[in-house]
């Protein structure tokens, strides 16, 4: 069993792991000054996708969502939208492991072919995975405490770098690029559907959907500060042009004259947290494929699942511009689908054959 | 011939050096004595394991005698069957003392005993004196039995027990006690008589402190016991003791404290030992590889302490400590990670050393675990870390160095783990030399030599000495070993490596537990307790049993409801 805090924390550092990759780039480009604002906006996709997960988890207690769909959508109808979201996971991972790859070959490994970067990464994803979802919990609990450690030394770092008139006039380019700054970063405040598959093993209370609301909040709040930190210390049209900008603020970091280009230092909390992300998505494409199937033992699909994104993610995306255009442009539709239309369509279906659902789940 | 007395000399030689000898091949089986004699050779594991179902009972079988399962009146039977429990007179410890009781009641007697394990002078004067010779000075008839007289008027000694088999007999005289026979009699007197040689309890070796009690563990089973109980006077404290061992038995006892342990924990420990199945338990280390879970991890899952007030303290947190026959390390279990990394003084110093010495210790142990790992990151992938005059002054010491800094490290790292090895195995007669061999080799002439940069002598040496801090020498053995990996991924993917091997290293962390009880526990999964990982609350505030260990009482002083607390097992 896992707890609710765990969760919590897994919450935060899930969407903040990746958040920070392409959010600030994305919110400045199209908010300009604003863009520090917008994390708040996105977070309320992941606050309605909560709702719905905790709608049907107080429907449906232990289920998991692969296990409910049959009594919203019938039997077949389950069984492929349960493979579809088990897809959608394991792109998810695919993905994670992708940009890993991509952070550790622009920053740290230059002259390292891709696929051996790759590849110790999904060996590593691997002997994750089979520890199980409670060490990742635990994990979890453990480095939690390194991210606001990671944030406060970032902002002590470069505390004199700030230039506060860059935040004026508020907001250039007023609501509409807010909001437009937002959209693509709400795929992944929306990745809080996992909870679906998590929230049936936890050790639960009524009291916990705010909680989880809270945790929401904490990551825009922590977005939105890297974000402030960005515009800041880079400046506006600095910061829409270049790739991984938060990388770019971990090189201006320094104390004194001798702490300089301590940049590793601040990726390795960073790596270890995406690659807690992998970890959670290839888990939860591990439990939602076995589930969808019927297994029993899960273990065996581990190796195949991680070892066939990495051999995808080296075919899909061979180079960094690639998937820059492909998480700028297609991911936010596609993981927006299964992240908020499936689930309001379900919704809507619970509510049109909400008293026949009663009768059946009674039997 | 003048050579015939050499040829003689070659011949004593041949006799003595069979060529032909084989282990295990018919004909030659008779020096194993039990080894099932069959037509085809056995292997020498073989021979020596026992067949299913074998005792001394179906061996005697074997030699067309039937071993009785209990003592016979009559003193022939007697002799004879003892004969084949000891083996005799093949096998000479044992001793068969034969005289005559005197007194009103004519009857032989005969004591059985193993040489080396009793104390003579308790046998001549608490048991031959007087059932010799005082026995005369009883000049009334007594009324009760003969059995019921001997035990009640004249043996003095302080543990008595009446036996009716021979499985029993074969026990206690095992164990040290002396067993009499007396004919007409079918029931024999076991009378404790151990006495074997020991080391005294003496000051901590591996444990030493500089606040607290010194003295440790020994080999001796009973003064280990009495030693936790001299200091935990409850009647409370427990002392289960089972027997383990298929070939030869080793008294292996649990103890606890009722109403505060687990009891859960406490039968699944005793299921564990129970359970086990082995020839021979010579010590707690093959206990802790045989009962712990799982199996592969690289952090050990028991404490081995030979200090009687970590044992102490540790059983009135809710812990179960585990002796084991002839052995001065105790096992507590179950324990956390951190358990490893503590020293008993840490809580006998004020609160703030304390906690100062454990952050120096947990910084010593990453650094013994990472430093030279770092070291070849910095320089192999990222010079730019580095201040950049400390930078060329790297690379200018290095300039003589004909190795990659992976080869240098590993190389240091190699000859500091020879030092180390060489300098336990070293008789201490001669183990001066090791010191000044080890500094001339690591110190100087490698440098003079030109195969290692001096910069790279710090590091190793730091990191020597960080691995050293570590009060756990098991623990100490896994940063020890694990450094080699974290030197080698940081060779192949740098900072990346180091990276991908700490998750590893944590995942596995996170996933070991020590008897059910998560490694990690406090601190994950999140758990209430007094601080005492790094930060340590002063004395009076350490209020806290860790509640990972499930016992029946989580607060230690004071009232439970002094701070508004429940019991743990209330909502369950």
Redesign the interface.
């Known amino acids: 069993m896992?707890?609710v805090?765990?969760l919590n924390y897994l919450t935060v550092i899930v969407i903040f792991s990746t958040g920070i990759l392409y959010l600030p780039s994305i919110a400045i480009s199209q908010a300009g000054n604003g863009g520090w604002i917008s994390p708040f906006m996105s977070m309320s996709v992941g606050m309605i996708v909560l709702f719905i997960v905790f709608f049907f988890y107080h429907r449906f207690a232990p289920k998991t969502l692969t296990e409910y769909l049959p009594l919203l959508v019938g039997k077949w109808g389950a069984k492929i939208l349960g493979l579809l979201y088990v897809f959608f996971f394991w792109t998810v991972g695919l993905k994670v492991i992708r940009e890993i790859t991509g952070i550790?070959r622009i920053t740290?490994?230059p002259n390292?072919p891709l696929i051996v970067?790759c590849f110790?990464?999904a060996l590593?994803v691997i002997?994750?995975v089979y520890?199980?979802i409670?060490?990742?919990?635990?994990?979890v609990?453990?480095?939690a405490l390194i991210l606001p450690a990671m944030i406060i030394a970032l902002m002590a770092g470069l505390m004199g770098f700030i230039h506060w008139d860059a935040f004026l006039p508020l907001m250039e380019f007023g609501w509409q690029g807010v909001i437009r700054g937002a959209f693509m970063p709400s795929s992944w405040f929306g990745e809080v559907i996992v909870l679906a598959y998590l929230l049936p093993i936890v050790t639960m209370n009524k009291s916990s959907l705010p909680r989880f609301l809270l945790s929401l909040v904490v990551t825009a709040f922590l977005l939105s500060s890297l974000v402030i930190l960005i515009i800041g210390v880079l400046g506006v049209s600095e910061a829409a042009r270049i790739q991984l900008t938060v990388y770019e603020l971990m090189r201006y970091v320094q104390f004194g004259?001798?702490l300089?280009?301590?940049d590793?230092?601040f990726?390795?909390p960073w790596?270890?947290f995406m690659?807690l992300k992998a970890l959670l998505f290839f888990h939860v494409t591990v439990i939602g494929f076995s589930q969808s199937m019927g297994l029993v033992h899960s273990q065996f699909t581990i190796i195949p699942f991680v070892l066939l994104s990495m051999v995808f993610s080296h075919w899909i995306f061979p180079d960094e511009f690639t998937l820059n255009q492909f998480l700028k442009i297609i991911w936010p539709n596609y993981a927006l689908f299964f992240e908020l239309v499936i689930p309001i369509v379900l919704l809507l279906l619970y509510w049109t054959r909400r008293h026949k659902i009663q009768s059946m789940s009674l039997t | 011939m003048w050579w015939d007395n050499w040829k003689h000399l070659f011949a004593i030689n041949q006799v003595t050096l069979d060529h032909e000898f084989k282990l295990g091949e018919e004909g030659n089986t008779e020096g194993i004595g039990d080894a099932p004699v069959g037509g085809k050779p056995v292997s020498v594991g073989q021979a020596l394991r026992p067949t299913p179902g074998y005792s001394h009972h179906t061996h005697a079988v074997q030699n067309h005698f039937t071993m009785p399962k209990f003592i016979s009146p009559d003193m022939r039977t007697n002799r004879v069957t003892l004969q084949h429990l000891f083996y005799l007179p093949e096998n000479m410890d044992i001793v068969l003392r034969e005289f005559r009781l005197g007194g009103p009641h004519v009857a032989t007697v005969l004591a059985v005993f193993v040489d080396g394990l009793v104390d003579k002078a308790i046998i001549n004067s608490h048991l031959l004196e007087p059932l010799m010779l005082l026995a005369n000075l009883d000049e009334s008839q007594p009324e009760m039995k003969l059995v019921d007289w001997i035990k009640g008027a004249l043996l003095p000694g302080n543990q008595i027990m009446e036996l009716d088999t021979w499985d029993g007999v074969m026990q206690n005289v095992l164990a040290g006690s002396t067993v009499i026979l007396i004919e007409g009699v079918d029931k024999g007197i076991s009378v404790e008589t151990k006495g074997w040689e020991h080391r005294q309890v003496s000051v901590s070796q591996t444990e030493a402190v500089v606040r607290g009690p010194h003295d440790a563990f020994t080999e001796n089973f009973r003064s280990n016991t009495g030693l936790i109980r001299a200091r935990l006077r409850t009647p409370k404290l427990i002392t289960k003791i089972v027997q383990v061992g298929k070939l030869a038995r080793t008294d292996v006892a649990i103890m606890y404290i009722k109403d505060l342990t687990n009891p859960k924990l406490v039968n699944e420990v005793l299921r564990r030992i129970e359970n086990l199945d082995v020839d021979y338990l010579p010590d707690t280390g093959m206990l802790e590889q045989l009962i712990e879970d799982p199996p592969l991890g690289v952090v050990p899952r028991f404490l081995a302490t030979e200090r009687p007030d970590r044992v102490t303290y540790g059983l009135t947190e809710g812990q179960v400590a585990i002796l084991v026959g002839h052995t001065p390390y105790v096992l507590m279990a179950p324990i956390m990670l951190w358990s490893l990394m503590q020293a008993p003084e840490d809580a006998y110093l004020r609160w703030p050393f304390g906690a100062f010495i454990r952050t120096i210790r947990y910084l010593a142990m990453g650094m013994g675990l990472l430093l030279p790992s770092f070291y070849i990151a910095v320089t192999n992938f990222h010079p730019e870390m580095l201040p950049t005059d400390l930078m060329l002054a790297i690379a200018a010491s290095r300039e003589r160095v004909p190795f990659p800094v992976v080869f240098e490290v590993l190389m240091m790292e190699f000859s500091l783990e020879l030092i180390r090895e060489a300098g336990i195995r070293i008789p201490s007669v001669i183990g001066p030399t090791i010191g000044i061999v080890g500094a001339l080799i690591l110190g100087q002439a490698a440098v003079a030599a030109g195969i290692i940069s001096p910069l790279l002598i710090i590091v190793v040496a730091v990191t020597a000495l960080g691995s050293f801090t570590i009060p756990d020498y098991n623990l100490g053995f896994t940063v020890r070993v694990l450094r080699f990996g974290y030197i080698i991924s940081a060779a192949f993917l740098g900072f990346y490596g180091i990276c991908l091997g700490l998750m590893v290293l944590l995942a596995h962390l996170v996933s070991l537990n020590s008897l059910g009880v998560p490694m990690l526990a406090p601190i994950a999964p999140k758990g209430r307790s007094s601080p005492d990982i790094i930060w340590r609350a002063p004395a009076f505030q350490m209020v806290r049993r860790p509640e990972a260990l499930g016992s029946k009482n989580v607060i230690r002083l004071g009232s439970p409801r002094r701070l508004g607390t429940r019991d743990p097992h209330d909502k369950n």
């Open positions: 896992i707890s805090k765990q550790v740290l490994l390292t970067i110790m990464i590593t002997y994750g520890c199980g409670e060490a990742l919990a635990r994990l609990e453990l480095l004259a001798f300089q280009h301590i590793a230092l990726l390795l790596l270890m690659f």
